[in-house]
């Protein structure tokens, strides 16, 4: 399988800056209303190098609840097509999700709320975890001194009912003061914009990051498009291969990747070099921006630290974690994978273990960014 990806690559990468501004012409006709519910649009597929063949598909239907995404597929998804015999694919699609964000209205604050954007900056700024941030971007210092923009990723919509969001949007500027150091400090510098990227804000959001943030806000590809090699990016837990297409851009450019990216392990362990592919792991769960050669790469280029606020005190009593570091290094077996891999034991005693596992889940779930990755181009940037 292997040999029949990398002969359709050709040592090509699978996303191309071409491919890219196709799609943003396709979600920027679709929001403007030129491509309407059923109208037809055309899209590359995946292996044409000169981009030459696309397919037809129609825009879908989108209800007031709903919102529209622009999916791509990524290198673990193309593979399994490879495996399957199925080549031919379209290399993104439009689809329609439900929304709890424009159903809700979760970024309009009422009179009645306790929570606003202000007090959630507060307990940010109580947070130990901010201030932990901000030292390990002066440990880096050195090495971050050519930065010149921040670009984000996947920080969400913003929902006042989950802090999440507007937290992961706060340590973007965090991430910013601390490189632009205290005003009218000798030495300070100047970080152009955050620009962050994700689908689903909408005009609420956008004015709301802009207004308390700074953070000015695309729904489409712009940041993809922008980063360059003295950006330091932000991206947590997309639904989207977001730093395998940074990795891609960046080579397909001939230029070096980001100075810097906090986002999700680039999980090399799990990496099936031959196949280019996650190796199946029971444990783990599939995550939509897995590992690539390329992103293996840039790890190994970079030096890496651990930034979490995830909890201390995970205690499952099964038979593998009781710490955060074992979690890590065995994610809790929940739900359906839970039988097979106990397999030998009684009902009641997996019925005991998904109970416990549950209640590290839920601990786990208090965390505002899970756990992160700083990595720092080790040349640093210029
Ligand atoms: C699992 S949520 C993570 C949200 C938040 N970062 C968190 O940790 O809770 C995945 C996010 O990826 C965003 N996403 C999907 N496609 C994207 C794209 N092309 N560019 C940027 N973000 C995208 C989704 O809209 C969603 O907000």
Not at 56 to 71: F, I, N, T
Not at 153 to 165: I, P, S, V, W, Y
Not at 218 to 245: R, Y
Request: glycine share 6%; hydrophobic share 30%.
């Amino acid at each position: 399988m292997g040999g029949l990806y990398e002969l359709l690559l050709h040592g090509k990468p699978l996303f191309t800056r071409t491919m890219i501004e196709d799609a943003e012409k396709i979600w920027t006709d679709v929001n403007t209303g030129v491509l309407v519910q059923g109208a037809e649009y055309k899209v590359p597929v995946h292996f044409d190098h000169d981009h030459s063949e696309k397919v037809s598909l129609q825009v879908p239907e989108c209800a007031s609840d709903q919102q529209r995404v622009l999916d791509f597929d990524d290198y673990q998804t193309v593979c399994k097509h490879i495996a399957a015999n199925s080549t031919v694919r379209p290399a993104f699609s439009l689809r329609t999700i439900p929304s709890r964000h424009l159903r809700d209205k979760t970024c309009f604050i009422q009179p009645s709320d306790e929570v606003t954007w202000e007090t959630l900056r507060e307990e940010w700024e109580r947070n130990p975890a901010s201030q932990r941030l901000k030292m390990l971007i002066d440990r880096h210092a050195d090495r971050l001194q050519h930065v010149d923009q921040i670009v984000c990723f996947a920080l969400g919509a913003l929902d006042k009912t989950r802090k999440r969001e507007y937290t992961q949007h706060l340590a973007a500027c965090t991430i910013r003061d601390a490189l632009e150091g205290p005003p009218g400090c000798s030495g300070g510098k100047k970080i152009a914009k955050i620009l962050a990227q994700d689908p689903t804000y909408c005009d609420n959001c956008t004015s709301i990051l802009l207004r308390s943030t700074g953070i000015e806000t695309t729904t489409g590809f712009e940041g993809t498009l922008q980063v360059t090699e003295n950006t330091l990016v932000v991206c947590i837990s997309p639904s989207a291969p977001i730093c395998q297409m940074l990795a891609d851009l960046a080579f397909e450019a001939g230029r070096k990747m980001p100075i810097a990216m906090l986002c999700n392990d680039i999980d090399d362990d799990n990496y099936d070099e031959q196949n280019h592919h996650l190796s199946p792991h029971p444990a783990r769960y599939p995550t939509a921006d897995g590992p690539t050669q390329r992103l293996i790469e840039y790890k190994n280029a970079c030096v890496e630290d651990i930034f979490t606020d995830f909890p201390d005190n995970i205690t499952f009593d099964g038979h593998r974690y009781t710490s955060a570091e074992d979690w890590r290094a065995d994610p809790p077996p929940v739900g359906p994978r839970m039988e097979s891999v106990y397999a030998k034991e009684t009902g009641e005693r997996i019925e005991q273990l998904k109970a416990e596992s549950r209640i590290c889940v839920r601990g786990r779930n208090r965390s505002l960014f899970g756990d992160l990755r700083l990595y720092v181009r080790k040349g640093g940037g210029g």
